[in-house]
């Protein structure tokens, strides 16, 4: 009667879970050291190894079952694990932990209106030069229609007219400059 109820708890193995164990079977020491190399955190080497697994099961559909080529297939999908790792590593800020590098750091910093004075300029100089003209003196310079109108030379329609195009020029500017707001 035993038997019988170990027989019967026993479920049927898919092919794709019996290669994906025999995948791991034979190739996980060997993705471990590789990932290793580059990663020094036994844990997070782990963690890789197995997103490398998950991704070549996600994919078992192109995986060749021959030796060579599906180690190396393998080592090519954990080095974009670890590529993508590093790369998502980069782009978190670094905490300092040098208390005298934070105390000597001014309180106040200028970056931001340093990076959207580079910006403003740049998608200035995107533009016409008659539109330059009038966003310098209207935005910058503070004058009124009739004021720029007088100083370019031109009908105050005109003047309105290049205002309105060149600031959905510059909108058009700071979109293809990735800025959104």
Not at 66 to 91: H, P
Not at 128 to 136: E, P, T
């Amino acid at each position: 009667m035993l038997a019988k109820g170990k027989a019967r708890m026993r479920r049927r193995v898919s092919p794709d879970e019996e290669l994906m164990t025999a995948l791991y079977n034979e190739h996980y020491a060997v993705l471990l050291s590789f990932v290793l190399r580059y990663v020094h955190d036994r844990h997070r080497a782990e963690d890789m190894v197995q997103e490398t697994l998950l991704r070549a099961w996600k994919h078992i559909d192109h995986l060749d079952t021959d030796q060579g080529r599906t180690r190396s297939y393998l080592l090519t999908i954990a080095r974009n694990v670890v590529t993508n790792a590093w790369r998502a590593e980069q782009r978190r800020p670094h905490l300092v932990a040098d208390e005298h590098a934070v105390d000597t750091m001014p309180v106040e910093d200028n970056v931001d209106q340093l990076v959207e004075g580079w910006l403003v300029s740049e998608a200035l100089e995107r533009l016409s030069v008659d539109h330059q003209a009038v966003v310098r003196a209207m935005y910058y310079e503070g004058q009124s229609v009739a004021e720029t109108a007088r100083r370019l030379s031109v009908p105050e329609g005109t003047v309105k007219s290049r205002a309105y195009y060149a600031v959905r020029a510059l909108r058009t500017a700071f979109e293809e400059m990735g800025v959104l707001r």
